[in-house]
């Protein structure tokens, strides 16, 4: 018998493991953007207490309800109020905090947590009585102030750029005997500072006329149209 031969393999190939997303898609996985007004929030923050912490109420704000309670649950009327019920239910982030506890009897508590439209009610009362984020607690309020504080820069800052192209919009109109299209407006908005000053001084050339000072308008003041 002649010599025995073995069949030939391909060499094996290692294969790449994909980062790509799932359902087939051939995009690479991106990382979820921080919003921007998260970014400085969460420079400063120190961990703390975890979310289902501040659910919580503690010795000290439950002793603070008790006290401020009548001692009959305000639902029935008649049955003593022995339990703490969060008005903004803890599944939906209403903190432990003084001002969005009820003290209730427990079968109207756990009536409660099954009544929509009773616990709507609860949320109006409260919300009537101690604001609209009656349920924040000190870090909901900081990142409130925060996100709040810089959706007013930029809405300063977009009435600033839009003011300031504002003259050569005008010019533009005057120039086209029409209001300029939204888009029209917009490609003006994406010009540099300096590119829209060299833009408008060109147009001003071209159509012989001066432009008109922007009006500077201080933090704060009503923009008029």
């Keep these: ?26 995009k690479p996985k991106t990382k979820k953007e921080v919003p ?28 603070e309800i008790i006290a401020e309670s009548s001692g009959t649950c305000p639902i ?11 008005v903004m239910p803890k599944g939906r982030k209403g903190r432990g905090v003084k001002t969005n506890g009820l003290r209730l009897c427990w079968p109207c508590h756990d009536a409660i947590q099954t009544n929509e439209e009773a616990l709507q009610y609860w949320i109006s009362v409260f919300r009537d009585k101690y604001g609209d984020h009656f349920w924040f607690d000190e870090k909901d309020w900081d990142e409130y102030n925060h996100k709040l504080a810089v959706q007013q820069q930029k809405e300063q800052e977009k009435q600033q750029r839009e003011n300031q192209i504002q003259p050569v919009v005008d010019l533009l109109s005057a ?51």
């Design 36 to 63: 921007e007004w998260k970014k400085g929030l969460l420079a400063h923050h120190q961990k703390g207490q975890s979310s289902k912490d501040r659910g919580e109420f503690n010795d000290d704000v439950l002793a």
């Design 1 to 26: 018998m002649g010599e025995h031969k073995t069949f030939w393999k391909p060499e094996k190939q290692i294969k790449e493991k994909k980062t790509y997303g799932s359902l087939g898609s051939n």
């Design 175 to 225: 120039a086209a005997g029409r209001n300029l299209k939204g888009k029209e407006v917009c490609l003006l908005q994406l010009f540099e500072d300096k590119d829209m000053a060299v833009f408008a001084t060109l147009m001003a050339d071209v159509f012989g006329r001066p432009l008109e000072e922007p009006k500077v308008y201080s933090y704060g003041e009503r923009f008029e149209d």
């Design 76 to 86: 029935c009327k008649c049955a003593p109020s022995d339990t703490t019920h969060h």
